[in-house]
């Protein structure tokens, strides 16, 4: 490749895979309290260590853990870092445009050690302040699925 004509620039990569996965029992679960309006973590019976959402293997101590480690959680937090998505994925591996910047919180709830990445809906996103107190709000019809949760918002 020595002369310029012979340079092929890729702007996007329109790639898309299909599969089967199974997100697990614990997950399962999770995903299915959210139609009650239930936030699910998993405390480890080694270390205390809960996670949000479950996971089959402790983040901390690497403990197996089961249905008989989920805890409830009360749905409030504090958030420890924000960001602003301009773009979002059109099911076709493609991206587009948002008319509307959205914030993306990093959330720490007040009785699980992990963190969710989450909605927030705020006035203005500038004055969203690290520390801030959240709590979930849940979507008016709740169906068992991860829409359910329609976003985190300040107290």
């Known amino acids: 490749m020595n002369n310029k004509e012979e340079i092929i620039k890729v702007i996007g ?19 299915k309290s959210l139609g009650d309006k239930k936030l699910l973590g998993a405390k480890c019976k080694k270390c205390g260590y809960v996670v949000a959402p479950p996971r089959t293997r402790c983040i901390r101590c690497n403990a197996k853990l089961d ?3 989920l805890v ?7 958030l420890l870092g924000r960001t602003e998505a301009k773009v979002e994925l059109d099911g ?3 991206f587009v445009d948002l008319e509307e910047a959205r914030v993306i919180g990093a959330i720490k709830l007040d009785d699980a050690d992990s963190t969710l990445f ?6 203005d996103a500038g004055e969203l302040e690290i520390g801030t107190s959240v709590c979930v709000e849940w979507a008016a019809a709740t169906k068992g699925e991860i829409a359910d949760i329609k976003c985190f918002k300040p107290v």
Request: net charge negative; charged share 20%; aromatic share 8%.
């Open 92 to 94: 076709k591996c493609n």
């Open 67 to 69: 249905e008989d480690c």
């Open 13 to 31: 990569l329109p790639l898309g895979a299909g599969f089967n996965w199974s997100v697990g029992v614990l997950m399962e679960k999770f995903i």
């Open 72 to 78: 409830e959680l009360s749905g409030k937090g504090v």
């Open 118 to 123: 989450m909605p927030i809906q705020a006035a």
